[in-house]
């Protein structure tokens, strides 16, 4: 279950809520109650993810997103027909991850088991672990690298800036959203 309310003292708004696959496909593994609903200003709602289908991987975590889109209401009265109006929805989408019970080692550990591999300017990210795993602060010759979600008993290529030494730094985002304390890592040349 999870909470939306909507803070506008003064808006109304059409809630939409479903659950999409990793590819960003609606998936039929997961229902959200109530799918639509009406916010007026003020109120809060609970939404109830139920995973209804699928068997999803028992040695790994499998990823979705879950959405939630508010679309503004519209109230003719207070708009000049004189004037040309935009509404925009916005859509807020997270990641849903399905983790399956006694997966090793544990989360914790997990970001200690990542090696980087350099091939040219490109860089391999390695991931031996059951789990997603956002990489964040990631720094390389001490310039920024874009964030990566390694994927678990996988590996992911990134561009590396100019210059880039034979080390990495990165924190990752735990299950509670914080950022974890910065890692240094040795980023190797790849036997390619």
Known sequence: STSVRNTSPT?????QSWVENADGNKSHDFVVTPPLYVSAPGNENTL??????GTPPQDRESLYYFVVKAIPSIDDSK???????????????MK?????????????????ELSFHRSGNQ??????????????GIKVAGKNVEGILAPPK?????NLPT??????????????GAITP?????LTHSAE
């Open 123 to 136: 860089m391999e990210v390695v991931n031996p672990t059951p789990y997603y795993l956002t990489l964040t």
């Open 79 to 93: 708009n000049d027909s004189n004037k040309s109006v935009i509404r925009i929805a916005a859509a807020t989408r």
């Open 163 to 176: 210059g880039a030494s034979n080390s990495i730094i990165f924190s990752t985002i735990n299950d509670y």
């Open 154 to 158: 996988s590996s992911i290529r990134v």
């Open 96 to 112: 849903l991850l399905v983790r399956p019970a006694n997966l090793t080692p544990g989360l914790e550990k997990a970001p200690a």
């Open 48 to 53: 109830r993810i139920m995973r209804v289908g």
């Open 11 to 15: 808006d109304t708004y059409m809630v």
């Open 182 to 186: 910065a890692i240094t890592a040795p």
